[in-house]
Nanobody
């Protein structure tokens, strides 16, 4: 089992920044992929960004140039730096860990509003 604990969500004005963190613990296998997904009300969950244990990254077109995913393998933690936030970024953000099995965090709310 892998446990994922997310933090860093909140309310921010358009143009602002937030940094999300997701700490993994338990039976962690390598290599693995960790990532962030989001789900807005009435919409399907969608990929935001992923990062492999070797460092390769993948981003949704809608966040390229604004969001940066990174990870600290020693701490089993993945981060999402979100800059120039827009109202359409409002969603519940979920952390995901993929290795031998697929695990999800409980989600953290991000609200972008003036």
């Amino acid at each position: 089992q892998v446990q994922l604990v997310e933090s860093g969500g909140g309310l921010v004005q358009p143009g602002g920044s937030l940094r999300l963190s997701c700490a993994a613990s338990g039976s962690i296998f390598s290599p693995n992929v960790m990532g962030w997904y989001r789900q807005a009300p009435g919409k399907q969950r969608e990929l935001v960004a992923t990062i492999a244990s070797g460092g390769s990254t993948n981003y949704a077109d809608s966040v390229k140039g604004r969001f940066t995913i990174s990870r600290d393998n020693a701490k089993n933690t993945v981060y999402l730096q979100m800059n120039n936030l827009k109202p359409e970024d409002t969603a519940v953000y979920y952390c995901r860990h993929i290795s031998r099995f697929d695990y999800w965090g409980q989600g953290t709310q991000v609200t972008v509003s003036s």
